[in-house]
């Protein structure tokens, strides 16, 4: 059987989402992705013609507000999330890579 | 003590006539998690201290007579936030965050008087169907500690089955309610997609996510449904519709006579365990006993709804998980270089592999070439799979058939294949793509295992499957019977 996705198909979508791979990882990703996009393709058993897509159930339509800001002042209980942060900002580390220049 | 012999209504008369404080109740109700958690693993957060300190102002001030669950301890899935209570989904990423608000759920609980006794375990992000994918521990079976718990909402299952609580809430986006209330034996509400706000729960999938209560009887449920149900101006997918109460309408003169019930030939059909087949054939019988008429019905395109859920639920979860990237909250790698590193490594170290799988497949199923193929194909199944559930329900009151296809399985036999991992949801998912309301109720056992029923109703009536399930409930014993300590049954 053809297989679905390959290695350098897996690598690139490891990489659109932001993810890396060792060899062994992309190796047991790709079979296992390769298996369940295959489930995927029964849908190819249905005839979907003229057929709407339903992308959300609600039965509420463009609900609307007041743009009104609630939820103020917490600042300082937010900042201890983040994993670096010094005089009410979030740091984070030298975003130009150095190593390359 | 251990809360079998319990309800919310015997447990709120003997709080109001001072036979137990709140104080005692929540001291009982640590004691069992003590003696039970090391090895059940239900719960990952305890938030004894403030749960103390709420009983002892309770018990000060008295607790009201009018509100059936002021003083009840009860727990909360891990991936609902809690004001200062850390909250992970189970995973890495956000192992030490700790929420600077309440979800809208646990506001309303607050308001009445529940008190919050820790936070549940579960797959991480919600994602899977045994709790085995919860990147800190393995919650056991409370029938049989060698088996899985179901999932995702495993660890609320497990504490509510084995006694530790009374009652707690859950999640469901594929049948993470349904399935682990099935695998233990207990009552679980999916409601219909916009019954409850999900301000506040951790987003997994947001067409598909529900919150829902998991309970030992059907009235409690009804009774925890009502309380936390309702518009909010925080989440524009709740309905303003009212919210009934629904326990209410259980009593001694709810009945299901003249009740047409659907019973789907794909529900009983091939890879169903003879035993959960039985045991709900028995149930339709009990239901014609009852005085309801139940006739084969078809779902011609269930199916179809494992695959269309796996391409719709991951393209959400991809696009949802953009935001744990290292910098405002959550796990941030220490290996970096450059901002690249940042987002790169500080994912790959704080996902497990099942949300990589996911992230991976919805990132596949949206990319540029494949959208029309994927997405927008499991998107017009979706349509379909919501036209034969209305053919369905326009001429029959609700659906019955199993939650899962067979009782729980043992920990370690699945987790490395996810095809037959995501098989198990194949009776539970229809009904998240549908955003219609289904309900697990106890209705036997196959090998020793609790097996549930599933009822599936209308949109926003949820009223009927409670007094169907009532009815069932009252006129069956499955519900009496519950696990020996230590899973040994």
């Given at each position: 059987m053809a297989s679905r996705i390959d290695q350098e198909q897996v690598q690139h979508v490891a990489?659109?989402?932001?993810?890396?791979?060792?060899?062994?990882?992309?190796?047991?990703?790709?079979?296992?992705?390769?298996?369940?996009?295959?489930?995927?393709?029964?849908?190819?058993?249905?005839?979907?013609?003229?057929?709407?897509?339903?992308?959300?159930?609600?039965?509420?339509?463009?609900v609307m507000r007041e743009d009104v800001a609630d939820n103020w002042g917490q600042s300082q209980a937010l900042l201890k999330n983040a994993p670096d942060a010094e005089k009410g900002y979030i740091k984070v580390p030298t975003i130009i890579d150095e190593s390359e220049d | 003590m251990k809360y079998f012999e319990k309800d919310l209504t015997s447990l709120h008369d003997d709080l109001v006539a001072k036979r137990i404080s709140v104080t005692d109740l929540v001291k009982a109700t640590f004691d069992n998690i003590a003696a039970t958690d090391p090895e059940l693993n239900a719960f990952l957060t305890l938030n004894q201290d403030a749960a103390l300190k709420k009983a002892a102002e309770m018990d000060e001030k008295g607790v009201d007579a009018d509100n059936v669950l002021a003083g009840i301890p009860l727990a909360i899935k891990d991936n609902i936030v809690t004001n200062g209570l850390t909250t992970t989904a189970a995973s890495k990423m956000?192992?030490?965050?700790?929420?600077?608000?309440?979800?809208?759920?646990?506001?309303?609980?607050?308001?009445?008087?529940?008190?919050?006794?820790?936070?549940?375990?579960?797959?991480?992000?919600?994602?899977?169907?045994?709790?085995?994918?919860?990147?800190?521990?393995?919650?056991?079976?409370?029938?049989?500690?060698?088996?899985?718990?179901?999932?995702?909402?495993?660890?609320?299952?497990?504490?509510?089955?084995?006694?530790?609580?009374?009652?707690?809430l859950g999640s469901d986006t594929g049948?993470?309610?349904?399935?682990?209330?099935?695998?233990?034996?207990?009552?679980?509400?999916?409601?219909?997609?916009?019954?409850?706000?999900?301000?506040?729960?951790?987003?997994?999938?947001?067409?598909?996510?529900?919150?829902?209560?998991?309970t030992r009887t059907v009235k409690d449920n009804a009774i925890l449904l009502s309380a936390v149900a309702g518009h909010d101006d925080h989440d524009m997918t709740t309905s303003t519709k009212e919210v009934p109460d629904f326990a209410a309408e259980l009593n001694d003169q709810t009945s299901v006579k003249g009740m047409k019930i659907g019973l789907p030939k794909e529900y009983l059909g091939e890879g169903v365990d003879q035993e959960v087949k039985d045991a709900i054939l028995?149930?339709?019988?009990?239901?014609?006993?009852?005085?309801?008429?139940?006739?084969?019905?078809?779902?011609p395109h269930n199916k179809y709804g494992v695959a269309a859920y796996y391409i719709i639920a991951s393209s959400e979860a991809s696009s949802n998980l953009q935001r744990f990237d290292g910098i405002r909250y959550g796990h941030r790698s220490k290996d970096v270089k450059n901002l690249e590193d940042v987002y790169v490594n500080s994912r790959t170290e704080g996902f497990g592999d099942e949300v990589k799988r996911r992230?991976?497949?919805?990132?596949?199923?949206?990319?540029?070439?494949?959208?029309?193929?994927?997405?927008?194909?499991?998107?017009?199944?979706?349509?379909?799979?919501?036209?034969?559930?209305?053919?369905?329900?326009?001429?029959?009151?609700f659906i019955m058939g199993?939650?899962?296809?067979?009782?729980?399985?043992?920990?370690?036999?699945?987790?490395?294949?996810?095809?037959?991992?995501?098989?198990?949801?194949?009776?539970t998912i229809p009904v998240n793509l549908a955003g219609l309301p289904g309900m697990s109720i106890p209705a036997g056992f196959a090998k020793g295992m609790p097996?549930?029923?599933?009822l599936i109703g209308r949109p926003f009536d949820e009223s009927t499957l409670y007094k169907a399930g009532y009815v069932f409930e009252q006129a069956t014993d499955f519900h009496k019977q519950t696990p020996k300590q230590g899973g040994n049954n």
């Open positions: 990489s659109l989402a932001k993810l890396s791979l060792n060899d062994d990882q992309l190796k047991y990703f790709t079979t296992q992705l390769d298996e369940i996009i295959g489930l995927f393709e029964t849908l190819n058993e249905v005839d979907t013609e003229g057929i709407e897509p339903t992308s959300s159930v609600t039965d509420q339509i463009n | 956000l192992e030490n965050f700790v929420p600077v608000y309440d979800a809208t759920v646990v506001k309303q609980l607050n308001k009445q008087g529940v008190i919050n006794v820790g936070k549940t375990n579960m797959d991480e992000f919600a994602m899977g169907g045994s709790t085995e994918n919860s990147a800190f521990k393995t919650t056991k079976n409370a029938w049989d500690y060698t088996r899985v718990p179901g999932g995702s909402s495993g660890g609320s299952a497990a504490a509510v089955a084995s006694g530790e609580v009374i009652a707690a049948g993470s309610i349904r399935q682990p209330s099935s695998f233990n034996g207990i009552v679980g509400m999916k409601p219909t997609y916009g019954r409850i706000s999900r301000w506040g729960l951790i987003a997994f999938a947001s067409s598909l996510d529900e919150i829902g209560p998991m028995a149930a339709a019988d009990k239901y014609r006993e009852l005085g309801a008429t139940v006739d084969e019905v078809s779902l992230i991976m497949l919805g990132t596949f199923s949206l990319s540029a070439g494949f959208y029309d193929a994927y997405f927008k194909k499991a998107a017009q199944v979706r349509t379909l799979i919501i036209n034969d559930f209305q053919a369905v329900l326009k001429d029959h009151d199993p939650v899962a296809p067979t009782p729980a399985f043992k920990i370690g036999d699945e987790i490395s294949d996810p095809m037959t991992m995501y098989m198990n949801d194949v009776l097996v549930g029923m599933q």
